[in-house]
Structures are given as structure tokens and as C-alpha cells.
């Protein structure tokens, strides 16, 4: 097995279990309580990453700014995630949310000029169909 495929399925079993113990500590603790806590789990890859870099990140101005701007965008999709999650099944939740492959694809498509083809077009509508039957 490649090793990016072995990183892969660790990281979609992860990502299954962060939806299902989202769900629970919003149901305990509230959006605001499951979020503040939930950062507390960033800690140790944070150590890692301090760690295998040595505290040293290159300086390139776009990568710093691209680089923030992801993790803003991060931030605040898990502020509104956990709130939708309170508020909505996370059967729903989680599926919807997690097409924003969806939303990347097509941004990519239209600011960095990368191709869609037509299979990966019709990808796409079956993603968002799958996300649809899934939410009946």
C-alpha cells in the first residue's frame, strides 16, 4: 500500500470519528464549550510540528498570507460547523459539510485555471446528489 494512500484512510477514520465526537460534545457542552475544548486537541500536533520543523517556517509573503487565510478559513468553518451540528443531525451535518471538495474544485476551476473535465463535472453532481439522498 502507498504511503499517501495508508495517511489517507488514517486521516478519513480520524476525520469519521471527529464527526461523531462533535456531535456528542455539542449535545454536552454546547457549540462554544465543543469548540474551545476541541482546540485543546490541537495541541499535540502542534508539539509535533514545533518539533519536526524546529520552530522554522520558510518566509514567503503569499505563502504566509495563503497559509493564515486557510487557517482563518478553517476557524471559522468549525465555529459554524459545531453551531450547525447543535442545532441539525450530524447525519445531515457532516455529509453536507463535507462537500467542500465541491466548492474547492470549482473556485480552482475559476481563480487558478485548472481544467474540469466532464467526468470529473459529472464527480461533482454525484457528490452533491449522494449528499442530497443521504439528508432524506
Do not use: C, D
Request: glycine residues 12%; charged residues 5%; hydrophobic residues 55%.
Amino acid at each position: 500500500m502507498s504511503s499517501w494512500l495508508a495517511l489517507s484512510l488514517v486521516s478519513l477514520g480520524l476525520w469519521g470519528l471527529w464527526g461523531v465526537f462533535s456531535k456528542v460534545a455539542t449535545q454536552h457542552l454546547g457549540p462554544q464549550g465543543a469548540y474551545l475544548l476541541g482546540m485543546l486537541g490541537y495541541l499535540p500536533v502542534l508539539g509535533i510540528l514545533l518539533y519536526e520543523t524546529g520552530g522554522k517556517v520558510p518566509w514567503h509573503p503569499w505563502g504566509w498570507v495563503a497559509a493564515v487565510a486557510a487557517g482563518m478559513s478553517t476557524g471559522f468553518g468549525l465555529f459554524f460547523f459545531f453551531r450547525a451540528l447543535n442545532q441539525g443531525a450530524a447525519s445531515i451535518v457532516v455529509p453536507l459539510t463535507s462537500l467542500y471538495p465541491v466548492v474547492t474544485v470549482m473556485l480552482s476551476w475559476l481563480f487558478l485555471r485548472e481544467s474540469l473535465s466532464p467526468r470529473q463535472l459529472t464527480g461533482l453532481i454525484l457528490a452533491v446528489a449522494a449528499v442530497w439522498l443521504l439528508s432524506e
